[in-house]
């Protein structure tokens, strides 16, 4: 009987994971950045869930510089009504660039932090919205705002 009901509990878990995340790609006058960050959520309900994501990009400015930018976060969802998704992500990137240019740039290694706060219009496993980084660092951030809009799809 033991074994049924902790074959049933794990059943009961894997039901409840959903599993995302994105894909990015930009390309033009010979630049190329590619992202590939899947994550997965635990839903505890329809109104809660939480988890946690991976982050992996690759930049390139054609005898520039290049970056490497890898790192991960944790994430939770809240539904007080289920269009309506507010969220709350902690999110740590390793980020590596290395500068090719004759400009005497130094190469830079560190890490970059964010606490993003968003809200978003949900419908079905897709959410639209915006979220805000409480730690933006214009110097140091990988993105061009604090202010940055979202789609999140979980399956």
Do not use: C
């Amino acid at each position: 009987m033991s074994t049924l009901n902790a074959q049933q509990g794990s059943s009961n878990f894997w039901n409840s994971v959903r599993f995302g995340g994105g894909i990015g790609l930009s390309f033009g006058d010979d630049f190329f950045s590619g992202t590939l960050a899947p994550s997965a959520i635990y839903e505890f309900n329809n109104q809660v869930a939480l988890g946690f994501g991976l982050n992996g990009t690759y930049n390139k400015q054609k005898d520039f510089y290049k970056s490497t930018i890898l790192g991960g976060s944790l994430i939770g969802l809240f539904s007080p009504i289920s269009e309506i998704q507010l969220s709350a992500e902690f999110e740590e990137l390793h980020v590596n660039r290395r500068y090719e240019s004759n400009l005497n740039l130094e190469n830079d290694t560190y890490w970059s932090p964010a606490l993003f706060l968003g809200a978003g219009y949900r419908n079905g496993n897709v959410t639209f919205g915006m979220r805000y980084d409480l730690l933006y660092d214009e110097n140091n951030s990988i993105y061009a705002n604090a202010l940055t809009p979202f789609v999140r799809f979980y399956f």
